[in-house]
């Protein structure tokens, strides 16, 4: 009460303190009236309404204006209005909340009897008008810069799609609106680590060593209390690396978090080296242009993953094609609902030498197909990618003869695998094929020219030697063999053509014999025997056919026999030349190349020497037969003379032995004899080895015990044993069945084997003869202690005309000769065992037998 007994009239501005919960309270649920949509929460709602009460109370109290309040309080609804701009009110968002903060305040007024009438209403709408003239300016002024720096974050944005660059121009345009920031940088989350992008002001240099390391632990700081932050706010939870900072000379250091959706990608440094502190302009500015910018950094950071996603499945792809053109292997992708081929590389078509654009299903597959081993063509959907993309089969190795686009021939291993999408089924197939044909040809040519060389050398006739060349190359080699030889290897030039069909073979017959003799040919086989090199045709320009295929007779033969390449290879051994053989492709469409030409050459080589050796072999037989022929006439010629000789000693003998006086007549009749005798027994001899070679012996086969051979033998030997002091024996098993021979002439090889032994063996030795049973033959054994046989000799010894450097051994070298032949023809074996200084041991066998033969 005042000294008349009235009450004191409160003053407004103590009303407003006073009561200031209870106004914060009101405005609040009217400042949510206002702005239902935005609905902030209540701290970020009354932030500076405190002290904007208090500035209004300040005024409001008697102060003036607000350049007169103190300077706590100046600036608060400039400061207000600027939060409310970061918070994205428009000015008449924040005029309203004046106006609403002015009614609460009257309110209050009013219900609690406030006095002092219009005066203190006065001062109160004073100091409200004050405020908002501050925030409006505040505002408006705000706005402008920031408007002008987003402005320069759009065109920012809009230069450029990369993310530093983008970061550059941000910093640049922050720099240019806050003119306080010296020193701006931003630093990106990369994973756990924070890494610098972008930095301006740094004019020493890039940030490195412990002033990168301090910025970002105060950048973690910032990111951790997920909102704005000043260093030295900050540093009290910083380690002491942060105060590195200081280091560029930086007095304010200012952090804003890049928070996008709730989380955080990052952290924007700036830096002053005149203020002490940035403003609240500043800051908002600051904080505005960071907001707007993170939406951005996250899209330029999506099209940088995006664009980095795009160039790495492009650097895929690139590398994909690369490897797939690369690979060594052909490569075709075929789609599993309708066969189209998707994909194929360089060596499909380099291998099938044909390409595969346009292929839309399985049926246009390229390439004939036949399975190697039956030549059957392959249908559809026999093809590994067919069956891959129909059924799913996993093909591995499969061999395929492929007739290529050129009208060549090709083998191909193939592999074939499904391709399955997410369920498991089967949406494509991967064929992949090598071109094995080089490989397959070495092979198949070393296994035809061994098969060649084994069945050339079964024959030692000529004639016999052509006609196997011609079986041997068709249809291997060749659809037409013609073989021309020259007169001087025969009598008159042959000509052997062989071909599958025999039919064709008599109409190429014919049509050689209607158009012979062909001018030139005998000029190109000269040409290619003189050069003894083979020759490839595959057209009429060659210079060595051109001249022939000017001749209509040579192009009809071409055109009907079909011909489409032809190889001719000149047959020369040991520098005889042969002739030529021409091998010819038609029906089977195969083209030659120069791997088949060095084929048959070397098959003409070999069958040259086959034939050489043919010609050779009868040469020999015919000088044989020749020799044979004169060796029995003059055996024959000399057995009548020697006969005379032999019966006038034996009459000069008995003569002698009347006269029995004379012994010298005696000792030269006896050696007349003795010498008869061996010349009869040599003529013997080469008339037996003569009719044996010609195959004119006959054997006089008849059941005979093979004990009593063996003794007759020895009985026969046994007068010569005695004289030499050597002991003669005969053994055999106890049970030797009968043998079906000529008993004469297994005597007659008894015979050759006791005289050798007698020869070499000396007095005091020993000769055994005998007879066993072995399985379905029995083995006659001769057996002497004589000097043995050296084993270098060992071999030679049933050789005719063959004798060895044993002592006392004056032998003509036909009688083991004459012994094996008789054996042979037998059907037996003879063979010698022997050992120097111990003896020798001849044995051979008789089959066993029951009848005559």
Not at 663 to 686: P, Y
Request: glycine fraction near 8%; include cysteine.
């Amino acid at each position: 009460m005042d000294q008349l007994g009235r009450p004191n009239e409160e003053r407004l501005s103590d009303f407003i303190r006073r009561h200031r919960d209870a106004i914060l309270g009101a405005w609040k649920q009217r400042a949510h009236a206002l702005s239902p949509t935005r609905s902030p929460s209540d701290p970020m709602l009354t932030d500076h309404i405190p002290s904007v009460l208090a500035y209004v109370a300040e005024v409001a109290g008697g102060a003036g204006t607000g350049a007169e309040v103190d300077q706590k309080l100046r600036g608060i609804p400039g400061h207000h209005a600027l939060n409310r701009l970061a918070q994205g009110y428009d000015l008449a968002d924040v005029v309203k909340e004046y106006a609403a903060l002015r009614a609460v305040i009257l309110e209050l007024w009013e219900r609690e009897g406030g006095g002092g009438g219009g005066s203190e209403l006065i001062r109160l709408n004073g100091a409200i008008d004050d405020a908002i003239a501050d925030a409006v300016t505040r505002y408006q002024e705000a706005r402008v810069r920031l408007l002008q720096a987003l402005d320069a974050i759009s065109t920012a944005a809009l230069g450029s799609s990369d993310l530093d660059a983008f970061l550059r121009a941000l910093i640049r345009a922050t720099r240019e609106a806050a003119a306080a920031v010296d020193v701006a940088m931003v630093l990106l989350a990369d994973g756990d680590a924070l890494e610098v992008h972008a930095t301006a002001g740094l004019d020493d240099g890039p940030l490195l060593g412990p002033p990168l390391e301090a910025s970002r632990e105060f950048a973690r700081a910032v990111l951790a209390l997920r909102g704005p932050a000043s260093l030295d706010a900050a540093l009290r939870t910083l380690p002491v690396t942060a105060r590195e900072i200081r280091s560029r000379g930086l007095r304010a250091v200012y952090g804003v978090p890049l928070i996008h959706e709730g989380r955080a990608i990052g952290v924007a440094i700036l830096g002053s080296r005149n203020a002490e502190e940035f403003s609240e302009e500043d800051m908002l500015m600051l904080r505005t242009m960071t907001s707007r910018a993170t939406g951005i950094i996250v899209q330029a950071q999506l099209v940088a993953k995006e664009r980095a996603s795009r160039h790495q499945a492009d650097d895929a792809r690139a590398l994909l094609a690369t490897v797939i053109e690369q690979m060594p292997a052909g490569l075709i992708i075929g789609e599993r609902q309708t066969g189209r081929v998707l994909l194929t590389n360089r060596q499909a078509t380099e291998i099938f030498r044909q390409s595969f654009d346009g292929i839309q299903s399985i049926e246009g597959y390229i390439g004939r197909g036949f399975h190697p081993r039956s030549g059957k063509a392959y249908e559809t959907w026999e093809w590994p990618l067919a069956r891959t993309v129909t059924t799913g089969e996993v093909v591995d190795d499969e061999e395929i003869d492929v007739l290529r686009g050129d009208g060549t021939w090709g083998r191909i291993l193939v592999r074939s695998r499904p391709v399955l999408d997410p369920e498991g089924r089967v949406s494509a197939g991967v064929v992949t094929f090598f071109d094995i044909t080089e490989r397959t040809r070495a092979e198949q040519a070393q296994r035809f020219l061994a098969a060649a060389s084994a069945s050339l050398s079964d024959s030692l006739d000529f004639q016999g030697t052509l006609d196997r060349l011609g079986r041997l190359t068709v249809p291997e080699l060749a659809d037409w063999c013609v073989i021309h030889t020259l007169p001087e290897v025969e009598a008159a030039r042959r000509v052997t053509v062989t071909h599958v069909n025999p039919e064709e073979v008599r109409r190429a017959r014919a049509l050689l014999r209607e158009i012979e003799p062909l001018p030139g040919l005998s000029a190109v086989m000269e040409q290619v025997l003189g050069g003894e090199r083979p020759e490839l045709f595959r057209d009429f320009s060659h210079p060595l056919i051109a001249p022939l295929a000017e001749h209509a007779g040579f192009r009809r033969l071409v055109r009907e026999l079909g011909i489409t390449s032809v190889m001719l290879v000149p047959m020369v051994a040991r520098g005889r030349a042969f002739g030529c053989i021409a091998l010819g492709t038609a029906a089977s469409g195969r083209i030659y190349d120069e791997a088949d030409l060095a084929v048959a050459h070397d098959l003409a080589q070999r069958a040259a020497l086959a034939a050489d050796n043919a010609r050779l072999y009868e040469a020999a037989q015919r000088a044989i037969e020749l020799r044979d022929n004169v060796l029995a006439t003059v055996s024959h010629d000399l057995r009548n003379p020697l006969s005379a000789i032999i019966t006038a000693a034996a009459v000069m003998t008995k003569r002698a032995a009347a006269r029995a006086g004379d012994k010298g007549d005696a000792k030269a009749i006896q050696a007349i004899q003795r010498s008869a005798h061996r010349m009869d027994r040599l003529i013997h001899d080469l008339l037996d080895f003569a009719s044996l070679r010609a195959g004119r012996l006959e054997l006089r086969r008849q059941p005979q015990d093979p004990r009593d051979i063996g003794r007759e033998a020895v009985e026969t030997f046994e007068p010569q044993a005695q004289e030499k002091g050597v002991r003669l024996a005969v053994t055999s098993d106890e049970e030797v069945p009968l043998v079906v021979c000529d008993r004469d002439r297994v005597l007659q090889v008894l015979s050759n084997l006791l005289s050798n032994a007698l020869k070499v063996t000396g007095a005091q030795g020993a000769i055994t003869v005998r007879c066993e049973r072995r399985e379905e033959h029995v083995v006659f054994a001769v057996a002497d202690t004589g000097p043995g046989i050296p084993e270098d000799e060992l071999p030679y010894l049933f050789e005719r005309f063959w004798r060895g450097q044993r002592n006392g051994y004056k032998g003509t070298g036909l009688g083991l000769a004459i012994a094996r032949e008789l054996v042979v023809a037998h059907g037996g074996t003879i063979g010698v065992e022997s050992r120097v200084g111990v003896g020798t041991t001849f044995r051979f066998t008789i089959p066993v037998g029951h009848g005559a033969g």
